[in-house]
């Protein structure tokens, strides 16, 4: 009988705990960020309108432009020095490893270095 009492005391404050409703966190963003985003988006739209405006073939010309930003924007810098390195050889992994245009800016950071498959 001892053992169910403390078995019940022990289970109120549980039953306090799942009774009490989760208050979420609010995510905030500070007015500088959100007045940032806010100017981007309007710039964006301008850009977008002024290329409708210019007729079909050039709003399709600044979509293709606009997906290529995007995608660019996702690789690291690694990721695209080794895009322009395999542009520059002709995706030839050797000739990058054996690349002598040591005066090059990516040239310390080429991949392929130790010859190695990445
Ligand atoms: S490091 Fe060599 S392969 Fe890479 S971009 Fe420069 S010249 Fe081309």
Not at 30 to 55: C, D, F, I, N, P
Request: with cysteine; net charge positive.
């Amino acid at each position: 009988m001892k053992s169910n009492l403390t078995k019940l005391h022990a289970l109120i404050p549980m039953k306090k705990l799942l009774d009490t409703p989760k208050v979420k966190k609010k995510r905030s963003v500070s007015l500088e960020v959100q007045a940032k985003g806010r100017a981007a988006l309007a710039e964006y739209r301008k850009e977008q309108a002024k290329a409708k405006a210019k007729g079909d073939k050039a709003y399709q010309e600044w979509l293709d432009e606009q997906a290529l930003r995007k995608a660019q924007k996702k690789l690291s810098p690694m990721q695209a020095i080794k895009a322009f390195c395999n542009n520059c050889v002709g995706d030839i992994k050797a000739d990058i490893t054996n690349c002598t245009a040591k005066k090059c800016p990516l040239y310390i950071y080429r991949p392929y270095q130790k010859g190695e498959d990445e």
